[in-house]
Structures are given as structure tokens and as C-alpha cells.
């Protein structure tokens, strides 16, 4: 995995990259360190101070071995391999990543005497590892293989017994080979500081040292972190196993569609099966972590899967047609319908598809289209009342924070993760919630359920005053999800919580605490080409679709709305499972998940970012965009776009600020409430958390058996943990 | 490390040990509590006369008093010899084997309480009465051979001064701890030599 050089004393306010322009820019710089003079190698270095000496090497291109160090963990300095010699100082090498340089220091990175150390470090560490390598999966990316051919000796001098330890049980994504462990404590530090979870940790002492759980799965959303951060095999990926080598996998760099984070992902396939999912850095989004539905799903992709266009005979059976006749039948009826004619599209939908898509029914005249299938309500008008404003990188210099239906922890695990970062740093002392109470692995004080408690707070007459709370803070942050706006007062909750925001001074030049948190990738990219047009667009969609004002309803990728309501529509489905809107389709028109195509999608801080195919669609599955482009053709209300490239084109001229890749988009603030400065009518029924099951929440995820053993795991867990 | 099917699924701790207990805790501040968690670990410990460790029902209820996770508490009774996980006999007998008492017939001292008590190290006779293990140095070597059993030493052992010991131990009967050739502390024995002595050549000013 590629690693940026990145200090772990500065963290807390890394500005976000190049391409932001100088306004948006954070004002407050970190505090200027003082520069201290430090020779490596002989030659004459200024670093800044707070710097370990393995981070100041670094800095300086030289590679400084290492097992148990790592940039985004604290500092345990029990593997001995980063061995430097600095003087002044005491006469034996000296572990460089827990020592800080000093000014004068120097330090000397490649000795004979080193080599010899590091030979003896890795001799050691070899004594009690098994050489088998041939079965191990982590072969080809072992960072102990690695080494011990850069910096080891070249053959074994142990001629006593090794030590051998049982395997144990994470979970059904982690699989163990305990043996093969260097105790590097990686695992367990990921788990308490990034993850917050105290699953892991290491049993015994001396020789019987053990790295354990008590026999249970981990209670993460991001455990299988912890495959990529073991040094060897002793932590590999379960579903992975033995499944390919990693020189044999073609690699293709993607964007992951699980949640509204846009992780940069690598997408690992073989012979035009995807064979795992690998998180990519980009520090301003995911760093170098990864939710584990993103990374464990994909067994999903290869199930369930519609490889074929279907229509219902007289019997209203479904049965395999071709291509051809599935398109002059659905030509035929949309023609048939004139303006009566509806689309819904799904979360993991990429732009050009609902623009394509888009285009298709406003050329036929209709404008009932949304891509809020959960009934979510906001107005898409507004850029700054959809965004995750803050943005992601700048979570971590939050010091108040009120969630309002939510809950991160599964809505986006990465953000969870920033969140807790910024309570780790000391930054945020406590959180404040609205909604089900839930373990967000931080300190968060559930105040109610009750959306009445937003007006107490805007009018600063609920006990504990948060608006003063959140007022007096430098950087306050609002965060408002679904299980809120999905509510049939959700546009009034939405209205309330942007008034909340300015009233607490969350809105400034500097700063914008004002944040949606969106569940689908779609999401934003539907607000963005006009997918999403009214407050409460689909509902009132729904609802007509149900009286039967609409006959032909579109169905790109939707699942997980109320699929009664088309059954007296003509119903076409684009998707690429076969899930429950397939159930009920007339006609279906198979095609590609997010792993078999480029598209374009935009994360909820509105980052532009684009992924690309890394197999091919399975059976007669096309692109979204071709299977409308092909059915826009029959219509004979031709798009200007023939290719990809043309659609994207047409779509960038219509919306320029589209075109600027991985870069936020520009949100002026926007007061919520100007238009119709209502009384806000909030219901008395509580905020619940909907969703009752984080691994399995869409399409892909619900045919994946691995996501399947996880929600058994999670279950069992809960069991237990109630009985307890 | 799961206890036998037999172990208590509660575990509070009675009268004078939560007193202790208490006492303990508040010796820090309340956000250290779990400072006091080898004094919790070692209470529970001795209140568990029946097997004579720390009960799965005495970690969590250990873990809820400390406001400790389960994993970081078994991490610490792991990494302890004092604490033990498993069931161990009423009289835990660790035979010092470091240099000077193995010097001084350690390594005899043990092979004589496994042919005494017909178990080996790390093992409990079927009555439950003792557990034998050997130890790294218990720091009485200016006294070895020694042996610590439960909270006492026996010192300047012979392999006689053993077999008494095991004896009256099974027997119930009183057992003198300390020297068990009389001699105070780690003073010179009896009108041997010592660089005190003045036949020994040396001038003490």
C-alpha cells in the first residue's frame, strides 16, 4: 500500500489538498513549530521540531525500516527493526520511531554496525515465524518478506523448536494464523484508537504473548483495517483466502458506492471477477481506511446478478427475451404513455446515468423523476443546505457537535472514524444527540428522541443550553442524517436545524458546521444535474405512481422504497440485481454495477470524483447510459452523445463546475428558511434509527454471503451482549 | 479462558473484602479508579477460597466496578503470575530455580516435591491441595535455596526442611515460614566466616 511520509505530532489540522481556493481555505494555519538543525547521513537537514527521528528520515527520502510503526497509530516501539545510531547519544542503536530529534543530532540511517543490528532484529523475529510462505496469503505483500530480503540474513541459524499458537476467532472476515504473529500490536491499536473498540488485545507475557479476542467477533464497522495493517499473515481476509496471488490480480482504481463517503478504492479482479476491494489513500476522504460493507460486498457482485433482459409472458412469469425485443417493448409503452412517465433512481446510480436518464424523460415531457427513494426531504435547490459542509478532513478540528438522526457510526463508518479522531485529540469534548441512542464509540449525550427538542434548543430552552454550548465553540459542527430527514416533517427538521446552525454562529467564512449526512453515492450528484427537484420530491411521486397517474415508471437501481405502490404502473427496471424492485418489474433490462463501468460520483462534501471499470459487465449487461442511449434512440429522441466521453462532455456544459475532479464543490451559504419562514410543524413521533442492519443495505450487499456472515456475527453479538 | 462448567456465574465481593476493595479505589482519583485494578484483581483472588483464582464472573464484575473493558482487564491478569486464570491448589508452592538457588539445589528441591506430591510443575494434585510450579528468582538468594508458598517464604532450605513442610501442610498442621535453619534475615549463619570475622584477614576500622 503507498504511504505518504505524514507526522503523527501534527495531525489535527492538516489543510485540506491543492485545488481548494485560498478563501475556503481554513484561516487558522497550525502554530509554526520551531525548525531544528539535524544532520542524517551527513547531510545537514532543517525539520520541524516534535518530529521522531524515523519521521525526520522520512522527510528525507530515506526508508527507515519497520514493523510495528505507523503514521496513522500511536507509537508502541516494540519491534526494533527502525534501529538508527544518533549521536549525541548513548553508544547502541536507538529505536528512531519513539526518539525526537534534537537539534544537532546526528543520525546515521546505514552502518555496518546497523545492517548487523537490523539482521539480528529480523533473525529474531524470524525465529518464532513459520516459513510458510508458499500457503500464506499474505505472500508477494508481507512486509516481513519484504525485509527480511532487504535487511535480513541470508539464512536461519534456529535449530530448536518454534513456538506454535492457536488460531482464534475475529469474526467472519478475519481470518488468523496466529504462528505467523510479530506481535507488532498494529491490530490492537487500530482497534482502540481508530476504530474504539477494546476487542483486541494481546494476552500473556514473555514467549506466550498471545495477540487474542475473547472468542468474538470484532464490533466494528472497520475491522478489516486490520488485514492491511498486518505486517504478515497472520491477519488475512477470510473471504479472500486463497483465492489469488497478488501479482496475478489486475488492479483498477475506483470509487466505492457503499455509503456517501466516496472512498477511494482498488478494486482487485481476476479473470473478470472482482476478488477483493482495497482501500486507497486520499487523505482528505477515507486516508487509507475502508467500511467493511465497501470492502466485503463484492462477493455480492458475482450473485444474484440479472445477466440478461427479461419481460413477463401472459402467465406473468418473467422470461429471458433479447435485447432487441425488451427495447421495442419498452419503446413502444413509454411512447404509449406520452408524459405519464416516472423515474426513481438509486443510491449507487452513477451521474451520467441519471443524467442520461434525466434527459430521457424531460425530452418526453415529463419532469417526475427523484433519486430520494427513502422519502428524504430537503431542498435541492440549495448546495449548502445538502452538503457535508465542513468537509470530511476538517472533522477533526470540530469541537462541538450535535447529530440529529443519525447514526454515523453506520451511516458512514470513515466519518465515524474522523469524529472519534477529533474526541481523541482532545478537540471535542462531548458529543450531543438527537435521535435513537447508539454506541458511536465516542462520549455522546443522547438528549431525546423527540424532534420537539430542536425547537427547545433553537430557542435555547432545553436544559443544558446547547446553543450557548455550540455558540461558544471555534468550530461547532451540525450533523443531520436520514433517519431525520426521511421523516414526513423532514424538510421542517431540515429548515429548524439550518436555523440552529446560524444561530449557534456555525456558518462563518471560515467555517461551516452545517452537514447532510448522505447515505447513498447518488445522492449529492441528484441534487446536483436537477435528478432531484422539489423538497419533498418523491413522495409525492409515490403517491401518484400509486394512484395509477403514472404508467411507466422507470426503476434505475432502486430497491428499498415502498414497491407496492407501482403496481398499477408498466414497471422497467435497470439494475443489476436481482432484488426486490426486479421482483415486481414488467420488464428488465440488466445492468452494471459500480465495478463494471467508469461513472463519475460525488461524495457528500460534493468531491467530484470518478471510477473506473475493472471487469465487464456478466452476460448481455450494458451501462446504464447505453441502455438509455439504445432506448432514447427508439424513441427517436436522440441524445448528442454517442460514447461516454460525449455524454460527459454535453453534461460539463451544462454543469462546468462538474468537470474539476476531485475537488468540493463551492457552497455559498444559502439560509434554509428565506423562501417560506413557516412555523416549523414537527411531529411527536420519535427519531428512530431505520435501518436494522448496517452490512446488508443494498443490492450488492444483500446477495453477498460474506455480508450475510457478518449480520449473523453482529446478531450473535448483540444476543450476547443483551443476555450480559 | 473460559472457567470450568462448575465456576459461580456471580461474583460480588463479601463484607471485609469490599471494604478492602473500596479502600483501594479510593486511593486514586475517581477518573484513575482503574489504578486499583491489581489490588481488585488480587482481593478477588484471595475471597475465591474454593479454587483459588479469578472467576470469569469476578473479571466482569471487576471490569464494571473499574470502568474497565474486558479485554484491556484480561490483558492485565494475563501478563501477572500472581493472578492466576485457572483453578490452582490451596497451597501454591513456587520453587526458586534461579542461578543462586539452583547453585544451592533448587533444581533437587524441585524434583523431590514432584516425587512428593506425584505431579509435576504447573500441576495440581487430584485433592486440590497443592500446585507446584517453578519460578524465576523470588529474591531470597542471599537464603537459597527458597520457596515461596502462598504469601510465605521458606528459606535455607534442605531437602528435609521440604518434606516437613509438604507433610505438615497436607496434615494441617502449623508450618514456620522464614529461615528454616533459624537464622535471622539474611544475617551470617553461626560461627561461619564472614569478611566481619577478624580471623578472616580483613581489618574493619
Known amino acids: 500500500m503507498s504511504k505518504e511520509p505524514s507526522s503523527q505530532k501534527l495531525p489535527s489540522s492538516k489543510l485540506p489538498s491543492e485545488g481548494v481556493s485560498s478563501k475556503e481555505l481554513p484561516k487558522e494555519l497550525p502554530p509554526e513549530l520551531p525548525m531544528v538543525k539535524i544532520t542524517i547521513d551527513g547531510e545537514e537537514r532543517e525539520c520541524e521540531a516534535g518530529l521522531t527521528v524515523l519521521q525526520a528520515c522520512e522527510e528525507a527520502g530515506i526508508e527507515i525500516p519497520r514493523f510495528c510503526y505507523h503514521d496513522r497509530l500511536s507509537i508502541a516501539g516494540n519491534c526494533r527493526m527502525c534501529l538508527v545510531e544518533v549521536s549525541p547519544g548513548p553508544p547502541k542503536p536507538q529505536a528512531s520511531c519513539a526518539l525526537p530529534i534534537n537539534e544537532g543530532m546526528s543520525i546515521t540511517t546505514n552502518s555496518p554496525s546497523l545492517q548487523n543490528a537490523r539482521k539480528g532484529v529480523m533473525e529474531f523475529l524470524l525465529i518464532n515465524h513459520p516459513l510458510d510462505c508458499p500457503i500464506c496469503d499474505q505472500g508477494g505483500e508481507c512486509d516481513l518478506q519484504d525485509q527480511a530480503l532487504a535487511y535480513g540474513f541470508n539464512r536461519g541459524r534456529f535449530s530448536e523448536n518454534k513456538r506454535a499458537v492457536g488460531e482464534k476467532y475475529m469474526g467472519p472476515l478475519i481470518k488468523t494464523v496466529m504462528t505467523r504473529c510479530i506481535h ?158 416516472a423515474a426513481v433512481a438509486g443510491e449507487q446510480c452513477d451521474l451520467e446515468s441519471m443524467y442520461a436518464l434525466k434527459k430521457l424523460l424531460t425530452a418526453r415531457g415529463s419532469n417526475k423523476f427523484d433519486a430520494r427513494q427513502g422519502g428524504a426531504q430537503f431542498d435541492p435547490s440549495i448546495r449548502s443546505g445538502y452538503l457535508f459542509n465542513t468537509r470530511i478532513a476538517n472533522i477533526t478540528r470540530a469541537d462541538a457537535l450535535l447529530i440529529v438522526g443519525a447514526n454515523p457510526r453506520e451511516d458512514a463508518p470513515i466519518v465515524n472514524a474522523r469524529i472519534r479522531q477529533a474526541w481523541l485529540q482532545g478537540g471535542l469534548q462531548q458529543a450531543y444527540g438527537i435521535g435513537t441512542a447508539c454506541d458511536v464509540t465516542y462520549p455522546c449525550r443522547w438528549l431525546s428522541e423527540q424532534p420537539q427538542h430542536l425547537l427547545k434548543i433553537a430557542s435555547s430552552k432545553d436544559k443544558e443550553r446547547l446553543l450557548a454550548t455550540l455558540s461558544a465553540a471555534r468550530h461547532p459542527m451540525l450533523i443531520l442524517g436520514y433517519d431525520a430527514l426521511e421523516r414526513k416533517d423532514g424538510s421542517d427538521i431540515w429548515r429548524l436545524c439550518g436555523k440552529i446552525a446560524e444561530k449557534a454562529n456555525m456558518v462563518r467564512e471560515d467555517w461551516n458546521g452545517f452537514n447532510i449526512l448522505h447515505r447513498g453515492a447518488s445522492a449529492v450528484g441528484a441534487c446536483e444535474i436537477g435528478f432531484n427537484q422539489r423538497v419533498d420530491g418523491f413522495m409525492p411521486l409515490l403517491i401518484s405512481m400509486a394512484k395509477g397517474e403514472v404508467e411507466v415508471a422507470i426503476i ?109 464543490l463551492r457552497a455559498v451559504w444559502q439560509s434554509l428558511d428565506d423562501k417560506s419562514n413557516k412555523e416549523f410543524s414537527l411531529h411527536v413521533d420519535p427519531i428512530v434509527t431505520k435501518r436494522e442492519n448496517y452490512y446488508m443495505s443494498d443490492p450488492i450487499s444483500r446477495a453477498s454471503e460474506t455480508m450475510s456472515a457478518c449480520t449473523r456475527a453482529r446478531r450473535e453479538l448483540r444476543r450476547k451482549k443483551n443476555a450480559a | 479462558m473460559p472457567d470450568s462448567k462448575t465456576a459461580p456465574k456471580s461474583f460480588s465481593f463479601r463484607a471485609a473484602f469490599a471494604e478492602r476493595a ?76 534461579t542461578t543462586p538457588c539452583m547453585l544451592r539445589g533448587g533444581d533437587s528441591l524441585v524434583a523431590l516435591a514432584e516425587k512428593k506430591l506425584g505431579i509435576r510443575a504447573n500441576e495440581t494434585t487430584s485433592d486440590g491441595l497443592f500446585t507446584l510450579s517453578r519460578v524465576e528468582c523470588i529474591g531470597a538468594c542471599a537464603n537459597a535455596p527458597a520457596m515461596q508458598i502462598n504469601d510465605d517464604f521458606y528459606e535455607d532450605l534442605s531437602e528435609k526442611h521440604v518434606e516437613n513442610i509438604l507433610d505438615n501442610l497436607a496434615a494441617g498442621k502449623p508450618v514456620t515460614a522464614g529461615s528454616q535453619i533459624k537464622r535471622r534475615g539474611a544475617e551470617p549463619v553461626q560461627h561461619s566466616e564472614t569478611s566481619l570475622n577478624k580471623r578472616s584477614g580483613y581489618k574493619v576500622s
Open chain 1, 184 to 341: 507488532c500490536t498494529r491490530c490492537i491499536r487500530f482497534a482502540n484508537e481508530v476504530a474504539g473498540v477494546d476487542d483486541i488485545g494481546m494476552l500473556g507475557r514473555g514467549e506466550d504473548v498471545e495477540i487474542t479476542t475473547l472468542e468474538k467477533a470484532i464490533d466494528s464497522e472497520l475491522s478489516g483495517n486490520v488485514i492491511d495493517l498486518c505486517p504478515v499473515g497472520a491477519l488475512t481476509s477470510k473471504p479472500y483466502a486463497f483465492r489469488a496471488r497478488s501479482w496475478e490480480v489486475q488492479k483498477s482504481e475506483s470509487i466505492d458506492v457503499m455509503d456517501a463517503v466516496g472512498s477511494n478504492i482498488r478494486i482487485d479482479s481476476k479473470n473478470g471477477k472482482v476478488l477483493r476491494v482495497l482501500p486507497r489513500l486520499h487523505e482528505d476522504v477515507n486516508e487509507e481506511w475502508l467500511s467493511d460493507k465497501a470492502r466485503f460486498s463484492c462477493d455480492g457482485l458475482a450473485r444474484q446478478r440479472l445477466d440478461r433482459p427479461y419481460a413477463r409472458n401472459e402467465k406473468k412469469q418473467l422470461v429471458p427475451i433479447s435485447w432487441q425485443v425488451a427495447l421495442d417493448l419498452v419503446a413502444e409503452r413509454i411512447e404509449r404513455a406520452k408524459t405519464r412517465i
Open chain 1, 556 to 664: 434505475m437501481q432502486a430497491d428499498d422504497f415502498d414497491l407496492d405502490s407501482l403496481a398499477k404502473c408498466f414497471t422497467i427496471y435497470i439494475g443489476h440485481h436481482g432484488d426486490r424492485a426486479a421482483q415486481v418489474a414488467d420488464v428488465i433490462l440488466p445492468s452494471a454495477a459500480y465495478t463494471e463501468k467508469s461513472g463519475i460520483w460525488i461524495n457528500m462534501e460534493g468531491r467530484v470524483q470518478m471510477g473506473c471499470a475493472a471487469v465487464p459487465p456478466p452476460g448481455e449487461a450494458q451501462a446504464e447510459w447505453r441502455i438509455l442511449r439504445a432506448l432514447a434512440e427508439k424513441l427517436d429522441t436522440i441524445p448528442p452523445w454517442n460514447n461516454l466521453q460525449e455524454l460527459r462532455t454535453v453534461l460539463w456544459k451544462e454543469h462546468p463546475e462538474l468537470a474539476e475532479q476531485d475537488r468540493p
Open chain 2, 22 to 97: 473500596k479502600k483501594e479505589i479510593a486511593k486514586y482519583p475517581p477518573k484513575r479508579k482503574q489504578s486499583a485494578v491489581l489490588a481488585l484483581l488480587d482481593l478477588a483472588q484471595r475471597q475465591n477460597t474454593e479454587t483459588n483464582c479469578v472467576t470469569d464472573a469476578a473479571m466482569e464484575n471487576i471490569a464494571k466496578i473499574l470502568d474497565i473493558s474486558r479485554m484491556r482487564l484480561e490483558e492485565i491478569a494475563s501478563f501477572y503470575t500472581m493472578i492466576h486464570r485457572k483453578p490452582i491448589g490451596k497451597y501454591h508452592v513456587q520453587c526458586c530455580t
